[in-house]
């Protein structure tokens, strides 16, 4: 295999990798949703809210972060999300309410999340001109195998650490 090739499936990885920890803690909103309701105590359109707001901000941030990766580099872009989402997360271990919670998870780490997922598709785009359809689709596994390997994980920390531990639990995992 070429240095090149051994190239593009790093990065492939990568992306893999970056979708694993974003998509699959975003996923792991409706488990942090029921601790929610009981650790701030709140009704449940109220400990929903963050969740929501969260893939909204992403999907709604897609212009914007497409803007930055023109007039930046992308991989500056994708890191600064990546710190972006970290700092959201770890800010939600210091919150006592659930609006801190939605402004920190909600915004900060939707905002992140989408800084360093939107652009994905370009970087493979970029550095494949064959196997880009295999490249996407190992990147976009990360979400998939996330679903599996993540749920579990987070029902031990939510049982060992409460809310506010898994919090910090969870950062853990996105700053690697």
């Keep these: 295999m070429c240095l090149d090739r051994y ?5 492939a990885l990568i992306c893999c990798y970056i979708n694993f920890l974003h998509f699959g803690i975003a ?20 400990a929903s809210f963050p969740f929501i ?3 909204t901000v992403r999907n709604l941030s897609g212009p914007l972060v497409g ?3 023109m007039k930046f580099q992308i991989h500056s ?17 210091f919150a006592e309410d659930i609006y801190t919670v939605t402004v920190l998870w909600g915004v900060v780490y939707a905002f992140g999340f989408g800084m ?16 880009l359809s295999n490249a996407n689709g190992l990147a976009f596994s990360g979400e998939c195998i996330a679903g ?20 910090f639990a969870v950062i853990r995992f996105d700053s690697q």
Excluded: H
């Excluded at 190239?7 to 990065?11: A, D, E, S, V, Y």
């Excluded at 872009?77 to 271990?93: N, R, S, Y």
């Excluded at 360093?116 to 196997?131: G, H, K, M, Q």
């Excluded at 599996?148 to 919090?167: A, E, R, Y």
């Design 7 to 11: 190239r593009q499936w790093k990065i």
């Design 27 to 46: 996923r792991l909103s409706s488990l942090l949703y029921l601790a929610a309701l009981t650790r701030y105590n709140v009704n449940r359109s109220q």
């Design 53 to 55: 707001l969260c893939y």
């Design 67 to 69: 803007y930055l990766g």
């Design 77 to 93: 872009v994708i890191k600064l999300g990546c710190v972006l989402a970290t700092i959201g997360i770890g800010g939600c271990f």
């Design 116 to 131: 360093a997922t939107v652009l994905i598709p370009e970087v493979l785009s970029r550095n494949f001109d064959e196997y």
């Design 148 to 167: 599996f390997l993540l749920p579990p994980i987070l029902q031990i920390c939510l049982n060992t650490f409460g809310l506010s531990g898994t919090f």
